[in-house]
């Protein structure tokens, strides 16, 4: 039996913050651009619209943060 790399994966990608008026984060969900984020409940509305409960933003196994956490909104 052949195990699947991406199995424990998650879902749901937070990408770096981006320059912008207001800065921004850009979100995919199973590999896709979904669309921008400029605050942590714009990415768990992404998630319900898409039908994942995300029940823990700190889980791993949810959501990946890129370049910062749950709370990295502003461009270093």
Known sequence: ???????S???ITVLPVQPGDPPFRVVEIDG????SATA???????AATAGIP???LDDPAAVRWV????????PH
Do not use: F, Q
């Open 67 to 74: 370049g910062g956490g749950k709370l990295s909104w502003k």
């Open 54 to 56: 995300v029940h823990d």
């Open 1 to 7: 039996m052949t195990e699947n790399p991406h199995a």
């Open 32 to 35: 896709e651009v979904i669309g």
């Open 40 to 46: 942590m409940t714009d990415v768990l509305i992404a």
């Open 9 to 11: 994966a998650p879902r």
